[in-house]
């Protein structure tokens, strides 16, 4: 039996530079913290033929060309899986909240498959495989920041080039600064979710059309993350809320289905009566959580509950994909 562990993300600055629309012209720069928050894969031999895959449907397709996730059938196709496996995905978080679960859950299934097969795997090949099933395999509209940061783990900056290659390394942070700011920082779920793909493929039309505002936006964006490296590095912890608001409101002039009324008024209120710093919300759009840097936990807290949102307790994680299990 084998087991991962995958971290899932928040995005601090950035995103939307990491689609290839945008950094095959202009170079992406996105930074990206994993929480623990995990997607968790479970492969074991089965006594009988076929696959047995359980994730929040169930399947048992005999080869793998039958198998109707294209995530899971892609990555079976890819290591030339036997077909005798039970695979479970177990999930702390829902799919489509904005933390970047489909990444997640296809480095994790990679992992796994690497362990299950006793090949040594570093994080920049399950990267890398990752990016190629989404990408180019099954032409999603998706970037590469989900992928890297699920297989790195960490706090990661990412420097994405026109010719496909990736620079990573770590926010550079003492352990007290680190500190400061997980304390500082509070996400919580508005109760929807949504799938990213609409508002990505929007991005990426409008990207490859030359559309100058989107553009525009896009460059903004990844001067914000360059400016919240350096702000983070320097130890302005308290500063990062300022940036987040600005980030934010850039976010949303990509797209008109980025917010929404709902969004804009719980957004309203944690700055207003719960004394947030500054946030945005997590993901591409639509839906998912918000995140906040507050001085006050107590009272941003008190205010967001009574609005009927959930907080979920994070920290963050330091360890990447991992294997928990392998005998």
């Known amino acids: 039996m084998i087991i991962t562990r995958t971290p899932l ?4 600055g950035g995103g939307g530079t990491d689609l290839p629309s945008y950094y095959r012209q202009h170079g992406g720069f996105v930074i990206s913290a994993a929480i623990n928050r995990y997607v968790y894969i479970t492969i074991n031999r089965r006594f009988s033929p076929g696959y047995l895959l359980k994730y929040s449907e169930f399947e048992s397709p005999s080869h793998w060309q039958d198998v ?12 030339g899986a036997p077909e005798d496996l039970e695979i479970v995905s177990i999930a702390d978080v829902p799919a489509g909240t904005g933390l970047g679960s489909s ?13 299950y097969s006793r090949r040594p795997v570093s994080a920049e090949t399950l990267a890398r495989e ?8 099954l032409g999603e ?47 919580f779920f508005i109760g929807q979710t949504r799938a990213a793909a609409t508002l990505l493929a929007d991005q990426k039309q409008r990207s490859e059309s030359g559309d100058d505002a989107m553009t525009e936006a896009l460059h903004a964006t990844k001067a914000l993350g ?22 934010w409101m850039k976010k949303r002039e990509r797209s008109a289905g980025m917010s929404s009324g709902r969004i804009d008024q719980l957004y309203g209120l944690a700055r207003g009566e719960g004394g947030a710093l500054g946030g945005k919300l997590v993901g591409a759009g639509g839906g998912g959580f918000l995140l906040f840097q507050t001085r006050d ?23 990447g994909s991992v294997v928990l299990l392998r005998n």
């Open 9 to 12: 993300r928040i995005s601090i």
């Open 68 to 79: 109707r996730h294209p995530l899971f059938r892609e990555a079976l196709a890819m290591h």
């Open 103 to 115: 990444g997640t859950f296809l480095v994790g299934l990679l992992h796994a498959l690497h362990a």
């Open 130 to 137: 990752a990016v190629d099933i989404e990408m180019n395999r």
């Open 141 to 187: 509209p998706v970037g590469k920041q989900d992928q890297y940061i699920a297989a790195y783990g960490g706090l990661l900056c990412q420097d994405y080039q026109p010719d496909e290659s990736v620079q990573v390394a770590p926010l550079k942070l003492g352990q007290g600064a680190v500190r400061e700011w997980e304390e500082s920082l509070m996400l």
């Open 226 to 247: 360059r400016k919240i490296q350096v702000m983070l590095e320097g130890g302005q912890i308290d500063q990062f809320g300022a940036l987040m608001h600005e980030h």
């Open 297 to 319: 936990r107590r009272r941003l807290r008190e205010v967001m509950t009574a609005a009927g949102l959930a907080e979920m307790d994070f920290n963050f994680d330091f360890d």
